[in-house]
């Protein structure tokens, strides 16, 4: 799903490291990350951007839901279960983004 065919601009990372890297050059009102990245897993990249950056709305993404009470420790304020449902993933961003 393309984020930028419903008016949402994103950056891309292939990794956690990547992701973290991104974040840390630039300025976010929202942060995407799925739980099962190269490098560093979503929820290792969540407690580093908590650590400056409490109130920043994060949103984890993975295809395991057993990892759910793990991701929403790491400070997520959200998690979606793959496969993403198309516009109820869409409308929460939007309203994180608002």
């Known amino acids: 799903m393309k984020l930028k065919n419903h008016g949402i601009s994103c950056d891309l990372a ?22 099962y990245m190269p490098g560093m897993n979503g ?7 908590r650590e400056t950056h409490p109130e920043l709305p994060l949103i984890a ?3 395991d839901d057993g990892e759910i009470d793990r991701l929403n420790a790491a400070g997520f304020n959200e998690v979606f279960i793959k496969p993403l449902r198309g516009q109820h993933y869409i409308d929460s961003i939007k309203n994180y983004l608002t």
Do not use: M, P, W
């Not at 929820?43 to 951007?49: E, G, N, S």
């Open 14 to 35: 292939h990794d956690g490291v990547q992701a973290l890297e991104l974040f840390q050059k630039n300025s976010y009102n929202l942060v995407i990350l799925d739980q």
């Open 43 to 49: 929820d290792q990249v969540a407690r580093r951007i």
């Open 61 to 63: 993404i993975t295809s």
